[in-house]
């Protein structure tokens, strides 16, 4: 059974980066498409972006300005970056295993999320 | 981009009756639907895939239904282990969208 960690600073300061990582563990990186989700507190699920293990990315067109992923198979993580960060981008990050099916990619795995604060 | 809309915002059931949830998308997305489930603090679950496909280890209580544009989750009895929000997600096209939740209570 894949699991999923997120990790990384829970408080970034208005205007900088918010940097987070998710380890795989329990199964491969490689051959999956990965995403990131976030819900701020008490709203609904957003989905950022997601990665594929050869480095193919696809991005929300609300985030795709200030959004960076990046994938590193060696050490089975991916990452997100996320810039210019303002108090609505606070929220729970969780980061997802996409899995295909029927031309889509439905969520079968999920990390446990990271709270990210963004204040000064 | 697909528009997903969820109905009701929050329903109350008593334990061992059916909670009825929909879903009903901006346009046909076929049957590349998901459904998850939220409890307080913890990460979504995912529940049902291709519209009416459960996934691993979920009770058979936990059924789907729909097609195109409109879906149903159905829980044939309820738990007090189900309260929780559940999302239901088209994934037809490679930009997943939500909706913005059911909340599910014990009447």
């Known amino acids: 059974q894949v699991q999923l960690q997120e990790s990384g600073p829970g408080l970034v300061k208005p205007s900088e980066t918010l940097s987070l990582t998710c380890t795989v563990s329990g199964g491969s990186i490689r051959s999956y498409y990965w995403s990131w989700v976030r819900q701020p507190a008490g709203k609904g699920l957003e989905w950022i972006g997601h990665?594929?293990?050869?480095?193919?990315?696809n991005y929300n067109e609300s985030f795709k300005s200030r959004v960076t992923l990046s994938i590193d198979t060696s050490r089975s993580h991916f990452s997100l970056g996320l810039s210019s960060v303002t108090a609505a981008d606070t929220a729970v990050y969780f980061c997802?295993?996409?899995?295909?099916?029927?031309?889509?990619?439905?969520?079968?795995?999920w990390g446990q999320g990271t709270q990210v604060t963004v204040s000064s | 981009e697909i528009v997903m809309t969820q109905s009701p915002a929050t329903l109350s059931v008593s334990p061992g009756e059916r909670a009825t949830l929909s879903c009903r998308a901006s346009?046909?997305?076929?049957?590349?639907l998901a459904w998850y489930q939220q409890k307080p603090g913890q990460a979504p679950r995912l529940l049902l895939y291709?519209?009416?496909a459960r996934a691993t280890g979920v009770p058979a209580r936990f059924s789907g239904s729909g097609s195109e544009i409109q879906f149903t989750l159905t829980i044939s009895s309820l738990q007090s282990e189900d309260v929780a929000l559940y999302y239901c997600q088209q994934y037809n096209s490679w930009r997943g969208t939500f909706g913005q939740g059911t909340k599910v209570e014990v009447k």
């Open positions: 291709g519209a009416s």
């Open positions: 346009r046909s997305i076929g049957s590349n």
């Open positions: 997802a295993r996409d899995y295909f099916d029927n031309g889509g990619y439905y969520l079968d795995s």
């Open positions: 990665i594929y293990s050869s480095g193919t990315a």
